[in-house]
């Protein structure tokens, strides 16, 4: 049920965001912006669903509003980080690379795997 609600109140969002986007986004930092316009009143964050406290552009995400419990770095998970908003298997798993090994066995640099096997 709250996925699917995360997924209607990402749609109401991309609806009602286009005086935001208008202008052209040209940077990442301009990306960035465009988002917190975007997501200013959306419920949670799209991983665990977690409270997001906005404090002008900066996302502070509630982790006790979920139950969500940090393995390693309490700082860097009460953030929100922009170049992560999508899960990477999202647009990694269809990918050669991805189907042969995982994530693990595409490599940063494009073409080449862990394993040095050229992928397109």
């Given amino acids: 049920m709250y996925r699917y ?11 009602f965001s ?3 986007l208008a202008e ?5 930092s301009q990306a ?6 975007v997501h200013a009143d959306a419920p949670g964050t799209f991983y665990c669903g977690c409270k997001i406290n906005w404090q002008g552009k900066k996302g ?3 982790l006790q509003s979920c139950g969500y419990q940090v393995r390693k770095n309490e700082n860097r998970a009460s953030r929100v980080e922009w ?8 647009f ?13 066995n595409c490599a940063k640099r494009s073409g080449l795997s862990q394993d040095g096997k050229r992928y397109a």
């Fill in 24 to 28: 052209g986004i040209n940077s990442f």
């Fill in 83 to 90: 170049e992560h908003v999508v899960p990477a298997w999202q």
């Fill in 60 to 62: 502070v995400v509630d």
């Fill in 92 to 104: 990694g798993h269809q990918r050669q690379c991805w189907q042969d090994g995982g994530r693990k």
């Fill in 5 to 15: 609600l995360s997924i209607a109140a990402v749609v109401l969002s991309a609806a």
């Fill in 32 to 37: 960035k912006a465009a988002a917190v316009k």
């Fill in 18 to 20: 286009g005086p935001a």
